[in-house]
T-cell receptor
């Protein structure tokens, strides 16, 4: 049972445009959400997170939106750059400080120059 | 500051064998988590150790085990290997901040 779902395995976006990556979850106990980025032959690196008490968190070009009623979150990257090409994983945990993360299957983002 | 170090990076085993993977966390990090990554399944949580104690365990069979030493280094062991155990095994450490795990590059296991 996939509790965190990323329904788009891949996404291609023109350089300079907005990239929107989506994630849905089913477990209503999740209250902390994260995005990780992974390049080939490297481990995932933390990108941005959001607590369930917020509906938006911004860090430079990256913004995460959380819609609790829809159990949906999205990552916006503006403007997209070639270095953003990677696999993006959405993850969730049931409480703050819990290292047990439930990951989605990932979305491969390709930025077209 | 050195990152999370995993050894070996690549290994090939045959069915029925066992394997031990090693992880050295970032200096000062006391929590070590292990994840399995397979195509189409994303990253799945195996277990997490803190101060030599297993604090969390994922839904994996008992063939998967781990331990943590007093210096925070961790090992995971998979016994009686099956073809389906072929995966990238990722170790992560952290010391503060929920979910802000620092991952190693992983150990890629191929079971023939």
């Amino acid at each position: 049972d996939q509790q965190v779902k990323q329904n788009s395995p891949s996404l291609s976006v023109q350089e300079g445009r907005i990239s929107i990556l989506n994630c849905d979850y089913t477990n209503s106990m999740f209250d902390y959400f994260l995005w990780y980025k992974k390049y080939p032959a490297e481990g995932p690196t933390f990108l941005i997170s959001i607590s369930s008490i917020k509906d938006k968190n911004e860090d430079g070009r990256f913004t995460v939106f959380l819609n609790k009623s829809a159990k949906h979150l999205s990552l916006h990257i503006v403007p997209s750059q070639p270095g953003d090409s990677a696999v993006y994983f959405c993850a969730a945990s049931v409480d703050f400080g819990n290292e047990k993360l439930t990951f989605g299957t990932g979305t491969r983002l390709t930025i077209i120059p | 500051k050195a990152g999370v170090t995993q050894t070996p990076r690549y290994l090939i085993k045959t069915r029925g064998q066992q394997v031990t993977l090693s992880c050295s966390p970032i200096s000062g990090h006391r929590s070590v988590s292990w994840y399995q990554q397979t195509p189409g399944q994303g990253l799945q949580f195996l277990f997490e150790y803190f101060s030599e104690t297993q604090r969390n365990k994922g839904n994996f069979p008992g063939r998967f085990s781990g331990r943590q030493f007093s210096n925070s280094r961790s090992e995971m062991n998979v016994s009686t290997l099956e073809l389906g155990d072929s995966a990238l095994y990722l170790c992560a450490s952290n010391t503060m901040g929920p979910g802000e795990l620092f991952f190693g590059e992983g150990s890629r296991l191929t079971v023939l």
